[in-house]
């Protein structure tokens, strides 16, 4: 694995099931966060993790929920797929919040709720 | 409420210089980037700005005026390549990034 990794690709999903959403990174930083990017609108943090064992919620928590057992991994769970969570989720991690730590994104999961 | 705003969309020629312009309001400053996004990928950090003027990094150029809340991106020589979108986001007080909805940038021959 070379930076951050996301799975599925893509996914078409019945409303009422449930997801997670995969995102592993090997570059051992530190803070982790998951976005969602809608036409016309800007990317929406939904969860975050500044460091291994804690979360926290972003600007757009509500159906969501995330884990952080360890440095690499940080899952991302849809307990009950709704339409309106039709979107693209980027994962991106930085080696610490603040200071000139850009953020590097993986490739992102195209996902659809029926 | 905190809110990013950036021109929707712009048109320039091959070889022209351009000014991506990104206004803000936010509760608090901690510094203001620029990410590149081509169509169906993940965004890719472009610049950093936290301090008032002029970022300069090859072709590309950020600057930032913190009492305006005002940046601009410029992009000088342009190659068709450079047809994306590009992304303003300001970390704010709890260092959060507040995204705007992004400049898609046609370049034509």
């Known amino acids: 694995i070379a930076g951050i990794t996301q799975a599925p690709t893509s996914q078409i999903l019945a409303a009422g099931r449930r997801m997670t959403l995969r995102c592993t990174q090997d570059m051992r930083h530190n803070a982790m966060y998951w976005y969602r990017q809608d036409l016309g609108l800007g990317l929406r943090l939904i969860h975050y993790?500044?460091?291994?064992?804690?979360?926290g919620k972003g600007e757009v928590p509500d159906g969501y929920s995330v884990s952080r057992a360890n440095t690499d991994d940080f899952p991302l769970t849809l307990a009950s797929a709704v339409p309106s969570q039709t979107s693209v989720y980027f994962c991106a991690s930085a080696a610490r919040e603040g200071g000139y730590n850009e953020q590097f994104f993986g490739p992102g999961t195209r996902l659809t709720v029926l | 409420g905190q809110n990013i705003d950036q021109p929707t969309e712009m048109t320039a020629t091959e070889g022209a210089i351009v000014q991506i312009n990104c206004t803000y309001q936010t509760s608090g400053f901690n510094g203001l980037f620029w990410y590149q996004q081509h169509a169906g990928e993940a965004p890719t950090f472009l610049s950093y700005?936290?301090l008032d003027g002029l970022e300069e990094k090859g072709r590309f150029s950020s600057f930032l005026s913190r009492s305006k809340g005002y940046s601009y991106l410029l992009l000088k020589e342009l190659q068709m390549k450079d047809s994306a979108s590009y992304l303003c986001a300001v970390r704010d007080s709890n260092y959060q990034l507040i995204w705007g909805a992004g400049t898609k940038l046609i370049i034509k021959p």
């Open positions: 700005n936290v």
């Open positions: 993790s500044n460091t291994a064992g804690t979360t």
